[in-house]
């Protein structure tokens, strides 16, 4: 019991550091800056951040929320994305109930937080982190599995997206969303796939009603879908034959 709390303290602090990490991929990789360099410094006063202002979500706190220099208000959506990185970490290790399988399924999983927070602002997703996604959700477990599954929904996605650009005459699916399909699919399998793209629809459903004519992102909305089922397959599954046998 003792050991197993210690394994969930170490996957938490290695969740809020990678989530650190993931805060630089979503403010750097869209503007097409270096990941690795310059070091963090503010964007408001440019003073490059001491080790003790850059600890995830602690030094948040303790500085509590503003820069060191020039007391530049830091946004609240840095420790959020190390907090929920975090938290996904640790719920797939509870779910998982070992460390064997959590790395990768970890990584893929951090990919689409990244997405989302990216797709949230620009209503784009950049191939090199939704390529990433794929590639850690394929190399979890069992490859040629997964990339059959997951070349598939691709396809389907694909396919379904030709016929109703067909029919409606205008682009509805962008290859961002085949690629993040795929991963899914990869992650989830079937019918784990097809529950979560149906779960993202009805997650999407009153937000865009909201939102009217402006656009809205769908990566959010997938990624959350993709989550929740992978962590409820079992529930969802029964819940889903329930519906269709009675
Ligand atoms: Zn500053």
């Not at 997964?146 to 389907?156: N, Y």
């Not at 149906?198 to 865009?208: D, E, G, H, V």
Request: glycine share 4%; aromatic share 14%; with cysteine.
């Amino acid at each position: 019991m003792e050991q197993f709390n210690l394994i969930l303290l170490f996957v938490f602090l290695f969740g809020i550091s990678f989530g650190s990490f993931l805060n630089v991929l979503i403010y750097r990789i869209p503007e097409g800056l270096n990941i690795v360099t310059p070091p963090s410094a503010c964007p408001k006063c440019n003073n490059r951040l001491k080790w003790y202002h850059n600890i995830p979500l602690f030094s948040w706190i303790f500085l509590r929320g503003k820069c060191a220099y020039c007391k530049e208000a830091i946004p609240l959506r840095y420790p959020l994305v190390e907090v929920a990185n975090a938290a996904i970490w640790v719920a797939l290790y509870l779910k998982l109930g070992t460390l064997w399988y959590l790395p990768f399924v970890a990584l893929s999983f951090s990919m689409l937080l990244a997405l989302s927070m990216i797709d949230l602002k620009y209503y784009a997703v950049p191939d090199s982190l939704n390529f990433a996604a794929l590639i850690f959700a394929l190399i979890q477990s069992n490859f040629l599995n997964h990339l059959i599954d997951a070349l598939l929904a691709a396809f389907a996605l694909w396919l379904l997206g030709f016929i109703v650009s067909k029919l409606a005459k205008k682009d509805t699916l962008g290859e961002a969303d085949i690629i993040v399909a795929a991963t899914m699919a990869a992650l989830l399998g079937f019918p784990g796939f097809f529950i979560a793209m149906f779960l993202s629809a009805l997650l999407a459903l009153i937000p865009s009603l909201l939102a009217k004519d402006r656009m809205v992102p769908f990566v959010p909305f997938l990624a959350l879908a993709t989550l929740i089922t992978y962590l409820n397959k079992e529930l969802l599954l029964h819940l889903l034959e329930v519906l269709l046998y009675g």
